[in-house]
């Protein structure tokens, strides 16, 4: 709902102009791309629970903090110029919050799709996990084609700063519901709980040829530390940084092609 409604809402914003929508997509777009693979490290180094918790509290809050901001924007419009200091603050607020909401959905998706659809899956009969995966994908689409129609009843027959409202009263309230629904989930399977436990467990308790691999580096690094130059320093890190690890892990896969060729199918539909 959030995704459909937040172009209208810039658009409402400045009559004059798409410039402010587009700007909003491009940031969230740039920043699934730049910080994605760090979400997928912090999802990997937390608990299922604890992932959940964050996942919930930050993705709700956020939309609730930038329905609230459009409320403010819309109702106070003739009292705002479009080119003052807090409405452009305001609006940096509002793609801020937009960000960390998109962020936090990428990490439950994560969570859900690529961590305890597995774990549920795991000892079942083949198939077992594909006809999940196909379920929790028509409930995606499914409510992607709801969400809008409802926003856009509430746009076109109430008003914006109504659908603003609804978006920010909605997550105050979908936040519980959410957060309910999928600890049944995490208390009903076992296996879920079990799996997060080893997660963590092998992410704090390192083994003994990891310690040994690690102290051997460490008796090294002052050696390489000397000889290392500043350039050099700066490629290395750059060459390790999360987001550019994370490409070069996918350039090398076999599935890549085939990826590329889907996302341009999707933009060309969508286009």
């Given at each position: 709902m959030w995704e459909f409604s937040v172009a209208l809402y810039?658009?409402?914003?400045?009559?004059?102009?798409?410039?402010?929508?587009?700007?909003?997509?491009?940031?969230?777009?740039?920043?699934?791309?730049f910080f994605g693979?760090?979400?997928?490290?912090?999802?990997?180094?937390l608990s299922y629970i604890q992932v959940l918790r964050i996942w919930l509290v930050t993705q709700n809050l956020s939309f609730i903090i930038a329905g609230s901001i459009v409320v403010v924007l819309i109702t106070f419009s003739s009292w705002i110029p479009t080119n003052s200091i807090l409405f452009i603050s305001l609006v940096i607020l509002t793609n801020i919050s937009g960000v960390v909401g998109v962020l936090s959905?990428?990490?439950?998706?994560?969570?859900?799709?690529?961590?305890?659809?597995?774990?549920?899956?795991?000892?079942?009969?083949?198939?077992?996990?594909?006809?999940?995966?196909?379920?929790?994908?028509?409930?995606?689409?499914?409510?992607?084609?709801?969400?809008?129609?409802?926003?856009?009843?509430?746009?076109?027959?109430?008003?914006v700063k109504a659908?603003?409202?609804n978006l920010a009263i909605w997550n105050c309230i979908a936040v519980w519901i959410e957060y309910w629904l999928f600890t049944s989930v995490y208390?009903?399977?076992?296996?879920?709980?079990?799996?997060?436990?080893?997660?963590?467990?092998?992410?704090?308790?390192?083994?003994?040829?990891?310690?040994?691999?690690?102290?051997?580096?460490?008796?090294n690094?002052?050696?390489?530390?000397?000889?290392?130059?500043?350039t050099r320093k700066l490629t290395e890190w750059t060459t390790k940084a999360p987001f550019i690890?994370?490409?070069?892990?996918?350039?090398q896969q076999n599935?890549?092609?085939?990826?590329?060729?889907?996302?341009?199918?999707y933009f060309t539909v969508r286009g």
């Amino acid at each position: 709902m959030w995704e459909f409604s937040v172009a209208l809402y810039m658009i409402t914003l400045w009559p004059d102009s798409v410039i402010l929508a587009a700007i909003y997509g491009a940031i969230e777009s740039a920043s699934i791309a730049f910080f994605g693979p760090l979400v997928g490290q912090w999802v990997q180094s937390l608990s299922y629970i604890q992932v959940l918790r964050i996942w919930l509290v930050t993705q709700n809050l956020s939309f609730i903090i930038a329905g609230s901001i459009v409320v403010v924007l819309i109702t106070f419009s003739s009292w705002i110029p479009t080119n003052s200091i807090l409405f452009i603050s305001l609006v940096i607020l509002t793609n801020i919050s937009g960000v960390v909401g998109v962020l936090s959905t990428l990490a439950g998706t994560i969570l859900i799709e690529r961590e305890w659809v597995v774990v549920i899956s795991e000892g079942q009969p083949l198939g077992v996990l594909t006809n999940m995966n196909l379920i929790i994908r028509r409930i995606d689409l499914t409510y992607k084609l709801l969400a809008p129609l409802v926003s856009g009843l509430l746009i076109s027959f109430v008003s914006v700063k109504a659908s603003a409202m609804n978006l920010a009263i909605w997550n105050c309230i979908a936040v519980w519901i959410e957060y309910w629904l999928f600890t049944s989930v995490y208390k009903g399977i076992p296996a879920i709980a079990q799996s997060s436990l080893r997660k963590t467990t092998s992410i704090t308790s390192p083994t003994q040829s990891q310690i040994e691999r690690e102290s051997l580096l460490s008796t090294n690094d002052y050696e390489k530390h000397l000889a290392r130059t500043w350039t050099r320093k700066l490629t290395e890190w750059t060459t390790k940084a999360p987001f550019i690890g994370a490409w070069n892990v996918y350039l090398q896969q076999n599935i890549m092609l085939p990826a590329v060729a889907l996302a341009l199918l999707y933009f060309t539909v969508r286009g």
